[in-house]
T-cell receptor
């Protein structure tokens, strides 16, 4: 079945450093979404990408959708302690269901 | 808007007991999803409803799990009998439309511990 893999599983950075998480699908995706889950919280929608090669920005966050629509990335510039949490990608492929990756847990050392 | 409401927020029970989790989706949303989150398996979709009708329950682990949506503003997930391996955080989410690519709004979750 459809699988969505995320790497790395964990990332620890110093405040001010950049951070990137990568998402790869076993199948072509019609769209991909990114969610953030704070420690002890619930997933919160960040953004959706639908077009091949699409790039979207939200302040210090940059989201990309690959040309083949099978991969995506989230890049955070100059991390802050408020960026702490787990970042999930979720994609819709052949299964016609939104399948979540296992997430990348980001910790930021002040 | 109050967002998705789940109850209880925490549940501790003993093996063999029945557990009922409750969810109230965002008003006007047509789709409702039940997820289970564990460290080992991540976020797993258990079942989802569209217009109160179960569309895909292929993620429901086994017959001990059942879900209902008697009306547009209420859904339950029941585990009977519960087992220690059911310990997890159970999230309910809702979305406005029926498509799988719709943005999902998650509730705060129910943290279930089965002893």
């Amino acid at each position: 079945g459809q699988q969505v893999m995320q790497i790395p599983q964990y990332q620890h950075v110093q405040e001010g450093e950049d951070f990137t998480t990568y998402c790869n699908s076993s199948t072509t995706l019609s769209n991909i979404q990114w969610y953030k889950q704070r420690p002890g919280g619930h997933p919160v929608f960040l953004i959706q990408l639908v077009k091949s090669g699409e790039v979207k920005k939200q302040k210090r966050l940059t989201f990309q959708f690959g040309e083949a629509k099978k991969n995506s990335s989230l890049h955070i510039t100059a991390t802050q302690t408020t960026d702490v949490g787990t970042y999930f990608c979720a994609g819709v492929g052949g299964s016609e269901k939104l399948v979540f990756g296992k997430g990348t847990k980001l910790t930021v050392n002040p | 808007d109050a967002g998705v409401i789940q109850s209880p927020r925490h549940e501790v029970t003993e093996m063999g007991q029945e557990v009922t989790l409750r969810c109230k989706p965002i008003s006007g949303h047509n789709s409702l999803f039940w997820y289970r989150q564990t460290m080992m398996r991540g976020l797993e979709l258990l079942i989802y409803f569209n217009n109160n009708v179960p569309i895909d329950d292929s993620g429901m682990p086994e017959d001990r799990f059942s879900a209902k949506m008697p009306n547009a503003s209420f859904s339950t997930l029941k585990i009977q009998p519960s087992e220690p391996r059911d310990s997890a955080v159970y999230f309910c989410a809702s979305s406005l439309g029926a498509g799988p690519g719709e943005t999902q709004y998650f509730g705060p979750g129910t943290r279930l511990l089965v002893l």
